[in-house]
């Protein structure tokens, strides 16, 4: 099994799924060139993906996705609304893909369950894959925690979960009040403090694995995310040695949490 971040941040946002007979890119906002090399040493070759899922229409999630399906001729599955808002240029029509109502659906041997997250696009969604048994989810960009998303992520085994941004960093921080603002309301990106609470609901609701993502590089640091999120599981009474939880680096695949 493979579940990792490929890159992870607003520079561009990459996730692979494979079960062995079937792999899943969540995302391509980077260049198909620079994806290529990250997924190989993540151990797939681009030869060898099925499917392309998408979460939303920005550029940091979808720059990639055009190429990458004409290159290799892949499916890309998104809600409308993210079609209707996605730039990739001409496709092919049979690779055009989307899911009704929220509804699980088969990829291959797995399983998608998209679920809605309240962010500042046409219809953003996270997703839940499932396979032999066992359930990962990407959980980024998401402005708060609905109690949708905390109902469809019970039980999940692993989860890539946002951490955007430290609330002081962004307050202090040299962005411009509006940005500030939309960053930190209800339809923009995760707080530390917020990642937090709901990685210990996670962990207490049998999740053994998460890796913070989608760090801001103005607002954040991976100590800051790491400190923050760690000191409140510990705080909880969740014990951090039976768990694995690790930071996304910006540039590089993560660690393994398949
Ligand atoms: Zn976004
Ligand atoms: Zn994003």
Known sequence: MIFRTLVSGSSGN???????????????GISAKRLIPLLCQAGISAQNLDYILVTHEHTDH???VGVLSRKFNLPVIASV??????????????????FNNYDSFEVGTATV????????????TGYVIESQGKKYAVATDMGHVTMNIAETLKECNSV???????????????????LKNRIAGKFGHL??????RFASYLFENGTEKIILGHLSDENNTPETAFKTVSEKITSDGVVLE?????????????????
């Not at 307050?171 to 411009?176: A, E, L, T, V």
């Open 14 to 28: 990459a996730v692979l799924f494979s079960d062995d007979n079937t792999n899943i890119l969540i995302d391509c």
């Open 62 to 64: 979808c720059m990639g």
């Open 81 to 98: 609304g993210t079609w209707q808002g996605m730039n990739v240029g001409r496709i092919n029509p049979e690779n055009i893909v989307t």
């Open 113 to 124: 369950t998209p679920f809605k997250i309240p962010h500042d696009a046409n219809m953003p």
């Open 160 to 178: 890539i979960l946002e951490a955007n941004y430290d609330e002081q960093m962004l307050i202090n921080g040299s962005y411009p009040q509006s």
């Open 191 to 196: 707080c530390n403090a917020d990642c937090a």
């Open 242 to 258: 039976d768990l694995s939880l690790s930071v996304a680096p910006r540039y590089e695949i993560s660690i393994n949490i398949g």
